[in-house]
């Protein structure tokens, strides 16, 4: 979950401004409670902060067509193949940074994650600055539109309304993109690590409980395995510089803002459990009983779970901890000093966290098969039309499959006789037995 920031190895060597000999540093960072109870204590806030904000936007997020706002819904096959593409998307990264010049791959994901972390922290701050201004302030509508195609055949690839007020939060995010770009100062990071995870929890639905669960538990068996298991997830970690974590200066009250030695935390260890909570405030919010149980004890447990990981790392010695002592230090590969201690895997206690107490909570109340029976994908949006009826349709799976089929092409391949409503049914079933009785009568006259 968190470590400290690897020691330069110029640091190791430093050279006498004179020039008359070099100096072994021996001195290591020692972070003192004060600073160690702060900077987790910081990064705990900050990992609440997406996701109780995150969750309340992902209930009124509404399928508009403003593909910014749209949330997309990941389905159990999704959740299923996740892990195995965040695994190939892992060594992959792995083996970038082993053949190829680890700055240049850093310069091509800087300017990626600049135009990323500049969208996601104006959607995040709309809302809020859009309440700042004034009534009276003359906020013009624009419309971004790519289509393909034309004619007939023309199909919209992006349809993304905005107005003055967003376009003066894409001023201020590109401000501290700027910022980071130049700095890389570690509050431009959390600026845009914070937007992401809050982005990620309002946007990324889960469509049921189960597929949280078959997520969750994917994602487990990867960051134990890729954590415990190689050197890869921690290589990666050292090498890659995006706002992909949140950090937070252990040596703050030494140092100031120029504080260099942080703890971090992964994004994914935010975002993932995010989404399993918001489900469940989609949940809690279905249930129309003006409570937010299964929220509540999800958020706790992932306080819960973020805090033994804490406890687990400071107990037994499990977090990566770079050192610069002469009696311990070990070089590795790259010339860097690294203690042969091994990093703690958040997901490792969040995930058994966020699903066991829900679940408890849902046996306790006897709602346990309506919560694995909620779907998310069929929830009515404040700003949604309610559909209040359905028709009611009957025939063969063949019959149905044929009149779909006319309905989307317009044509029919064979003529079929038009079924009467249930009024002039009872019509024409009267009128049957009074043609048989005439044709009897004809018959006796003849």
Known sequence: MAEAEPVPEAALNATESNGTGALNATAKFVATPEGTALAYGSLVFMALLPIFFGALRSVTCSKSKNSADAPETITSRDAARFPIIASCTLFGLYLFFKVFSQEYINLLLSVYFFALGVLALSHTMSPAVSRIFPASFPNKQYQLLFTQGSGESKEEIVNYEFDTKNLVCLLISSVVGVWYLLKKHWIANNLFGLAFALNGVELLHLNNVSTGCILLGGLFVYDVFWVFGTNVMVTVAKSFEAPIKLVFPQDLLEKGLEASNFAMLGLGDIVIPGIFIALLLRFDVSLKKNSWTYFYSSFLAYIFGLGLTIFVMH????????????????????????????????????????????????????????????????????????????????????????????????????????????????????????????????????
Not at 323 to 340: D, F, H, M, R, Y
Not at 377 to 383: H, L, R, Y
């Open 315 to 446: 107990t037994f010695k499990h977090a990566q901890v770079w050192t610069s002592t002469a009696e311990s230090k070990q070089l590795n590969e790259t010339g860097s000093v690294i203690s042969p201690l091994c990093p703690q895997p958040a997901l490792l206690y969040l995930v058994p966290a966020c699903v066991g107490f829900p679940v408890i909570v849902a046996l306790l109340k006897g709602e346990l098969t309506e919560m694995f029976s909620y779907e998310s994908s069929e929830e009515v949006f404040p700003a949604s039309p309610r559909i209040t009826s359905f028709p009611t349709v009957s025939g063969s799976p063949a019959s149905l499959a044929t009149s779909m089929e006319t309905m989307a092409t317009g044509s029919s391949p064979r003529h079929r006789r038009v079924q009467p409503t249930s009024m002039y049914e009872e019509s024409s079933e009267e009128a049957e037995p009074n043609e048989e009785s005439s044709e009897s009568e004809k018959k006796k006259d003849q």
